[in-house]
């Protein structure tokens, strides 16, 4: 309850139209955000903190380059002040060069391992990724297959930007066969799966979770859903979460419209639906209460 009351009090503190009457008002889990390095400088944390507040976004899945970025945020006594719950996930990238390299090399697995031995000032790291494989054979590269093994061994979850192949190969990979794992499909897909391939993966694996950030074809005219993808959201409403993916900087100078454009689709589904995928699913998957 709490919650509602907090988010609905950042909107109001928003301003006078900004959100339409049937837009989703409660609060919201990003799933997908990246505090990385060059964000840093133009956006320190008292301002990236502003743009969550200001949005009813009340808890985050982190993911840096390099890592500094995420515990910068779990640390600071800002992001509690401004009732952001950090869940932080170890980013496999030093620099840019590793985002074509880290599924062969030893070096990233030895870096996993060293920084979940460290964790962070908010407590463990729950997750691994961002990670991207423009190539879904690779895959099936060495330090892939450990990573997938090490993460349903010790619960991880996995936040994996691939196609749909991929994750077949990835969760073929786990000790399960992709049962027990707790893989979030980045984008569910940002090459454009149908939605019923998605719809065959997600009974194929039942903890698969699709986050939605450059989803192409999720909505049509006016920001509303499209009708198979409202179709789908209502069939796996357990399933789907919401995303910012500040990958680049330009993504947090619209992190406003972009939040805006998830409350409108959302406030397009019946209510119960709409909590769960824009608050809800994360809170349960991590324990934020
Ligand atoms: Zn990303």
């Known amino acids: ?57 009340e808890a985050i899945v982190s993911n840096s380059r390099p890592n500094d970025g995420t515990k910068a945020l779990a640390s600071s006594p800002l992001t509690r002040a401004a009732g952001v719950t950090v869940v932080p996930f170890v980013r496999l990238y030093r620099d840019r060069a590793d985002y074509d390299n880290w599924f062969r090399d030893e070096s990233i697995y030895e870096l996993v391992q060293a920084e979940l031995a460290r964790g962070t000032a908010a407590g463990p790291f729950r997750g691994i990724g961002e990670f991207h494989l423009y190539d879904s054979t690779n895959a099936n590269g060495p330090v892939a297959k450990k990573l ?81 993808w409202r179709e789908l959201l209502l069939k796996y409403p357990a399933r789907f979460m919401i995303g910012s993916d500040t990958w680049v900087n330009q993504r947090w100078q619209y992190y406003d ?29 991590f324990g934020v209460k």
Not at 19 to 46: I, T, V
Not at 170 to 194: D, E, F
Not at 268 to 273: N, S, W, Y
């Open 1 to 57: 309850m709490a919650r509602h009351v907090l988010a609905a009090l950042a909107l109001a503190l928003a301003g006078p139209g900004v959100l339409h009457a049937a837009d989703y008002s409660g609060p919201l889990f990003d799933a997908h955000l990246h505090y990385n390095e060059e964000a840093q400088s133009p956006h320190p944390l008292p301002d990236v903190l502003a743009r969550m507040q200001r949005n009813g976004v």
């Open 257 to 285: 419209e972009l939040m805006k454009g998830y409350r409108t689709w959302l406030g397009d589904l019946p209510p119960d639906a709409a909590r769960r995928i824009a608050w809800e699913n994360g809170a349960t998957l």
């Open 148 to 228: 997938m093994a090490l993460a349903e061994e010790r619960n991880l979850a996995v936040l994996a930007h691939v196609d749909d192949v991929a994750i077949d190969l990835l969760m073929a990979n786990t000790p399960s066969k992709g049962q027990k794992v707790r893989l979030i499909w980045a984008h569910t897909g940002i090459g454009g799966a149908p939605a019923a391939r998605v719809d065959q993966l997600f009974t194929r694996y039942p903890l698969l979770m699709g986050e939605l950030s450059y989803r192409p074809g999720l909505t049509c005219d006016g920001g509303k859903l499209c009708p198979e």
